[in-house]
């Protein structure tokens, strides 16, 4: 073996292979086979790529013993979190007060986003969205841009520059929405077409078509998110689904031909394992099953859910409907760039409906459950050997009531579930993209 | 004027003298006249308590010159938090897995507090327990101890060191818990009478008469603790009520004469402006309206709410009787010591109620209005001359992601509300108490 660029990191080790509560007969029941734990384990990284994972006794005799080994003693290695919905040009809209979803949209996301017509802003913002998911141990993330193509073109740029898989859409949007951030239905082609051909599978960058929701797009616009779709069958759609009540409403005026607020993306064949929506908190027995049947998937919000008084998803609902869901941030209308703590605001949703999420399932979805929804798993998500090396280093000692928590904690699954519930951005000791440190916790890099 | 014991501190400084808030004709009304906000103030401090406050200009030309000023740039103080319910011993509980109220006491808060029968332990984690308290922001607490004397013993040693205004009680508890933490009446009036005559108005602490809740008292004990009050009219009364739908048909099943779960208490003459009720999510017409005839308050405790499952408070309702509430972290059913985060999920338990609670009522809640229902509002909870100087110095700039949004921010309201929905203890800058500085962020006191 080439030891010149091999790397070994020792410490805690979790890594998922499938679901550990998989659905068997309507049911979740623990699979302790889904995921291998090393209380204390090594993951050899070479040339960027996932080499092996094990215990650090069996892995370090078969290396040289030259080999650079990096020790993270009391610490736990995850791969990278996933981040499966959330808006670069929203940053400073963050905990922005008092409104629900359509009165927030029109007071502070479409003033915020004009902005992004002037592309050193829109730079300037991606570079800090991005270190900000560094910072939280987010390595991947599904993202809106703004209407404006230069929005994705300085986003891509960004990412580019941190070799950082990201998977980013110009939102397409032409009318209800104020004129500074409408295009037209051939506009919204032609940009995204030509962003598509620049940076899909530009590095590790991925492109999404981005119809905002179906109130903010036309007839003409929707066929023409239909048309990219065809045109390109590996791109990914991300739009919003039924957050709301007053947006449900608007959503039946607007199209009362369809038969409910998915049907509306149906007619437009939007539906499809690329395909992510984001929220669905109020979806009805019909929708569960066409996302069921066509293999899309709906993204789970919980901070901004509460934060923007949306609803509480009921996960139950959509496992028993076997619907594939993920889970995510939404800043800015969700609190925290912390997938940690989001997971912690998950955990509060199902336990109010009566579902409590298990700390492995939580740190599943946040890893290969998210890579899975995306279509990502053959690249990250997992210690699968050859996988991107993506990861994130955490740790159990990060604050004084972390540190005494965890010391009283016996098994692995209180030790992570207490890293869930207490956990923020300085529970990130250290964040790796392909194999190279790009977070260091207090700059210490 | 003495300069020897004065000091000036320069910030921004926000105090409030009444709820700005009030209700008129049963609506909420804005009245700002109820707090004063001074972006280049002064606050001075003479021997402990507060001399003054107002615009540093103005305030500085009435001071010698060679004043001792301390100034805080870009920073915030208002009066040091309060938090109206919370458990020492449920320090090491809290982020732990699974439950709902009565299986989380069983398994998780009674063997934790079997511990504090010993007292090297029990001041272990009463120093611990404070410090957090501190580094937070909060300089009062209604706090419950374990069932054993040494628990409070232990807590308010480790309190009087520190010269914090702490208000602790003895649980008292006699049946539906482990043997190890059951006393019997007469014992727990024993030794609660004990530690009122000992602790009670000794330095700043103050003593609670601490029924755990109906489950665990007898009718007997419960006689007991009217005795205790009608013996000692100026102490505390606290305790649990309807958190939660199992325990209110178990109170039910063990009181079947009482009409509600709240006259139970009633019985017992146990209501009154001293007694704090914790959570009352669930709580009938009949008990608001005896809550407010009696002057009792609730305590709403939304981190806790949420982790637990137990509902969404609705503190319109409480509104609507007049019956009086405060906010508290509930620590350890509460997942975070820091009253900012606890304001932060109470906007979101109000948006999940459609009744979204303003930053301005937020940190008036968190101060004068906390110290109002402790009816301590004479020695805490706002910079009136003479109130004792326990205050809180806030950073705008704590994180990236804080520091970003506040330069957004237009109105002092909403960076009040980036400080409370972004801020966690790293927001505390310095906590003083008495006019001493007790904690500095990164240990730089």
Known sequence: MNTQSTTVYRASILNFQSDPYPIVDGEAVLDNSAYQFYQDGALVIEDGKVQHVGEAHDVLATLPSDVEIVEYKDHLIIPGMIDTHIHYPQVEVIASYGEQLMDWLNNYTFPAEGQFEDKAYASNIANFFLDELLKCGTTTALVFGTVHKQSVEAFFEASEQ???????????????????????????????????????????????VTPRFAITSTHEQLQKAEQLLQEYPDVYMQTHISENKDEMAFVAELFPQAKDYLDVYDQYNLLGKRSVFAHGIHLNKREHQRLHETGSSVSFCPTSNLFLGSG?????????????????????????????????????????KGNKLSP??????????????????????????????????????????????????????????????????????????????????????
């Open 162 to 208: 941190r070799n950082t898989r990201m998977i980013c859409g110009k939102v397409m949007m032409d009318r209800n929405a104020p004129d500074f951030l409408c295009d037209t239905p051939d506009a919204s082609y032609d940009d995204s077409k030509s962003l598509i051909d620049t940076w899909h599978n530009k590095g590790r960058q991925l492109y999404a």
């Open 360 to 445: 492995l399932k939580s740190l599943y979805l946040a890893t290969l459950g998210n890579a899975k929804t995306l279509q990502l798993d053959d690249k990250i998500g997992s210690f699968k050997t050859g996988n991107e090396a993506d990861f994130v280093v955490l740790d159990f000692n990060s604050t004084a009531i972390m540190s005494l928590k965890q010391s009283k904690c016996k098994t692995l699954a209180e030790k992570l579930f207490a890293m869930i519930i207490l956990g923020d951005d300085r529970a990130v000791e250290a964040t790796y993209v392909a194999g190279t440190c790009v977070h260091k916790r207090d700059g210490k890099q």
């Open 312 to 352: 509480l998803l009921d996960i139950q609902e959509l496992e028993q409907h076997q619907v594939a869901y993920s889970i995510a941030t939404d800043v800015g209308g969700g609190t925290s760039f912390s997938m940690l703590q989001t997971l912690s605001e998950a955990y509060k949703v199902t336990q109010m």
